[in-house]
C-alpha cells in the first residue's frame, strides 16, 4: 500500500491556485517537455483528512445536517479507509493517464505532480457514516462529485504551475449506480484527462 500522504496546513495554502475563474472549472498553467518523467503523488487536504472522523469544521461545509452525527448529509465521517481508497483511485486514475499521453511515470521523475483531493462527496453512504448514525440505509442516495486543485513541482522544489478542477452532479436522478463514490470517480477521471492532455502544451 502506498503511504498516506495529508497536506498540511502549509501545503493547503500554496496549493491553491489563484484563478480568475469558477473553482468548478479546469484550469491549468502547467508545462513540462514532451515524454518528461513524473512522479505523481495524492495528498488529502487538511480539510478532508479532518472530515475522516468529523463533520466538516465549517458550517458552511455541513450541508443539510441536523445533528453532530449527520454524517451522510453533513459531509463527514466519511473513515480514513474510504479516503485512502479516494487516494489510491486518484493516483491510479492520473498515472495511467500521464503513462497514456507518453510521460514517464516513476517515483524519480524530474517533476512532480502533486494532487490535492479538496472536497469528495459520496453517492451512498460510507461504512464509517452507516455505524454512527444506525438509521441511516445504503439505499440512500445523493449528489457526489469533487474539487482538486494540483501543483507541479521541479527538481529544485520550486512550483512551477498549478491547475484545478470541480464538478459535482445537479441532478440526484442521474445517478443510478450502488457506486458509492461513482459521482467523486467520474470527476477524478476528468480531472486526470484534462491535465494529461494539456500538461505538455
Known amino acids: 500500500m502506498r503511504r498516506l500522504f495529508i497536506a498540511t496546513a502549509a501545503i493547503a495554502l500554496t496549493s491553491a491556485p489563484a484563478f480568475a475563474v469558477s473553482k468548478n ?33 465549517k458550517l458552511s461545509d455541513r450541508g443539510r445536517a441536523r445533528g453532530l452525527r449527520d454524517g451522510f448529509s453533513g459531509n463527514g465521517y466519511y473513515g480514513m479507509k474510504d479516503l485512502e481508497m479516494l487516494r489510491e483511485d486518484m493516483m491510479d486514475e492520473m498515472s495511467h493517464d500521464l503513462s497514456k499521453a507518453g510521460y514517464s511515470v516513476t517515483e524519480n521523475g524530474a517533476y512532480t505532480l502533486r494532487v490535492t483531493i479538496d472536497d469528495a462527496r459520496p453517492n451512498r453512504p460510507t461504512f464509517r457514516q452507516l455505524s454512527v448514525q444506525p438509521n441511516l440505509s445504503f439505499k440512500s442516495v445523493g449528489r457526489g462529485g469533487a474539487r482538486l486543485t494540483a501543483e507541479l ?23 443510478s449506480g450502488t457506486s458509492t463514490w461513482g459521482d467523486a470517480k467520474r470527476s477524478f477521471s476528468r480531472f486526470a484527462s484534462k491535465t494529461a492532455k494539456t500538461l505538455g502544451n
Open 25 to 57: 472549472k479546469f484550469a491549468e498553467d502547467m508545462a513540462v517537455p514532451a515524454g518528461a518523467s513524473i512522479n505523481v503523488e495524492v495528498v488529502l487536504s487538511k480539510d478532508m483528512a479532518h472530515r475522516a472522523d468529523n463533520l466538516p469544521e
Open 153 to 175: 513541482i521541479d527538481g529544485s522544489g520550486a512550483v512551477v504551475g498549478t491547475s484545478q478542477y470541480g464538478w459535482y452532479e445537479h441532478s440526484i436522478d442521474s445517478f
